[in-house]
């Protein structure tokens, strides 16, 4: 694990620095394919939105273990794509795979991209793929965002609606609450609304969300998903008895045997294509 004092964060980051570059970040570099195949049904809608050019420079932020931004890079076959997270692992990970997968005009860096001294006016469109809702000051990062789009640039978000709206948050968030109060703080950027002015304040324009629904992917079975969901959601558990813990990962299992599916196991997910663009 790397230190994570190398990296220059907002303090009002620093939770997500030492979640990130920490416990989380290994299990989502560790799990990295799963992860991205289950938000999969989001890509071409996602990617659609960004109407990334041959010849635009792509920022990525949240980039994870860099699938959207070898994506992009892609894409911009004449341009390039760069990706910053707060996740030396993940990170580590997304420079193996671009090289073992041949995409010569992507970067990776670790970030804060709320205080990240990016060049000015420096890329043609920024896209956060489920990486833009953690931010410890929302208008401070959107501003420096808003900074580094070159005028007539676009902003492409994905994001979470509110919790009540996904079956699977709700679901597996209740499940592993084993009877205790459900938290019910929804992520940043639900709120249309809010999303607007939050974005509208910090310099874009044309502000759009469209509401877009996709089923997500938790494993081939029963077995694969429950493994898959225990590991990531565990550790709410662990503060329970032995017994309280088996009932809840046999609530989980059959659960998610309802939603088994010739294909594997599928949830609905509800969430938010944010579209903006730099005046």
Not at 20 to 48: H, P
Not at 84 to 95: F, H, K, Q, Y
Not at 100 to 106: D, I, L
């Amino acid at each position: 694990m790397s230190e994570t004092t190398a990296v220059r964060v907002d303090p009002s980051n620093e939770r997500m620095l030492k979640a990130w570059d920490g416990d989380d970040g290994a299990l989502w570099a560790k799990r990295a394919q799963r992860f991205n195949d289950g938000v999969a049904a989001y890509r071409e809608i996602f990617f659609s939105a960004a109407a990334i050019e041959p010849s635009d420079k792509v920022l990525d932020v949240g980039c994870g273990a860099g699938e959207t931004t070898r994506d992009a890079a892609r894409q911009a076959t004449e341009g390039s794509a760069r990706g910053v997270d707060l996740s030396t692992g993940m990170l580590g990970l997304a420079r193996r795979l671009a090289e073992q997968e041949r995409v010569p005009n992507v970067s990776f860096e670790q970030a804060d991209a709320q205080v990240h001294p990016f060049p000015e006016a420096g890329f043609d469109v920024v896209i956060s793929r489920h990486g833009s809702m953690f931010f410890g000051t929302p208008l401070a990062a959107f501003t420096n965002l808003a900074r580094v789009t070159r005028p007539g640039g676009r902003l492409v978000l994905l994001t979470w609606q509110p919790f009540r709206l996904n079956e699977w948050i709700t679901t597996f968030r209740t499940i592993f609450a084993a009877g205790r109060e459900v938290p019910s703080a929804d992520l940043a950027l639900s709120d249309p609304a809010a999303t607007e002015e939050l974005l509208t304040s910090a310099g874009y324009t044309g502000v759009r969300s469209t509401a877009v629904h996709r089923p997500m992917y938790f494993g081939q079975d029963v077995d694969d998903a429950a493994e898959f969901i225990v590991e990531q959601h565990g550790g709410r558990l662990r503060d329970l008895d032995e017994a309280a813990r088996a009932k809840a990962v046999e609530t989980l299992r059959a659960d998610l045997a309802e939603h088994q599916t010739d294909r594997g196991v599928y949830y609905d997910s509800a969430a938010w294509l944010v579209e903006a663009r730099r005046p």
